[in-house]
C-alpha cells in the first residue's frame, strides 16, 4: 500500500481519528475532506467513503462510535443523520448527557470498554446496537477511552500510561493482545490520530515510521 495510503490530514489537521470514524465496511468523513483524501482513505482501509455531517458537526469521530454491526451517535445528531447511516448497520443515540460517543467507547466487532460512568441503560444501548460485550473502564487512568485506544479484531494500540492492571483488563476482556504506542509524533491519544479496520489504517500525516511500524505490529498487519 502506498504510503500516501497510510497517513493523511482532513480539514488541515492530521487528527484523523476525531474527524472521521471506520468501521469493515464504511469510512464516515466530513464534508471539507478533499476527494484526493476521501479516495486515499478508502483505499488504506479498503472499505466504501461516505461523506457527511453529523448534528452539522465535522468532528465524526468524537461524535460516533461504530463496529460493521452498527452506530452509536451524539445525542444531538438529526433524524437525517440517522436515517442516512442505517443504510449500513444498526442506528442508536447514546442515551446520555455526554454528547461525544466517540470519545468514550472503544469498541470493535466482539467487545466495548466505555466510560465509567456511563448508565447501564447507556450501556444496554450500545451492547445491543453493537452486537457486543461492554464493560466500563479507563486506559491510562483516563475515562475518555475511545481516544486514549484503538482496536480492531487483531489487537490493541493504547495510551503509553496504561497500567498493568489495565493491560490485564484490557486482556481478558477483547480477548485480543495489548501493546502501547503513540501518533503523530509523539501524541499518546492514539484514537485522536489513528483510523484502522481489519483491512488496514490510516495514521495522522505526523505520524512518523517507527509509530507505524507500532501500529503494525500491534493491530497485526504485517
Known sequence: MPVSDKRARIAGSSLVGVFARCTDNVVLVPIETTQETKE??????????????????????????????????????????????????????????????????????????????????????????????????TIGGLKTVGMTGVVNDRGLLVHPRVSEEEVAALEKHFGLPVDVGTVNFGTPLVGSGLLANSHGYVAGVDTTGPEMGRVEDALDYV
Open 40 to 137: 486515499s482513505m478508502a483505499r488504506g482501509l479498503g472499505v466504501e467513503a461516505v461523506t457527511l455531517l453529523i448534528a452539522g458537526a465535522s468532528v465524526i469521530g468524537s461524535l460516533i462510535c461504530a463496529n460493521s454491526k452498527g452506530f452509536i451517535l451524539t445525542p444531538q445528531a438529526s433524524d437525517a443523520d440517522v436515517e442516512k447511516l442505517s443504510k449500513y448497520g444498526r442506528v442508536m443515540r447514546l442515551p446520555s448527557k455526554t454528547n461525544a460517543a466517540g470519545n468514550i467507547i472503544l469498541t470493535n466487532d466482539s467487545a466495548a470498554l466505555v466510560h465509567p460512568g456511563l448508565s447501564e441503560r447507556a450501556c444496554e444501548v450500545i451492547a445491543t446496537t453493537l452486537g457486543v460485550e461492554v464493560a466500563k473502564g
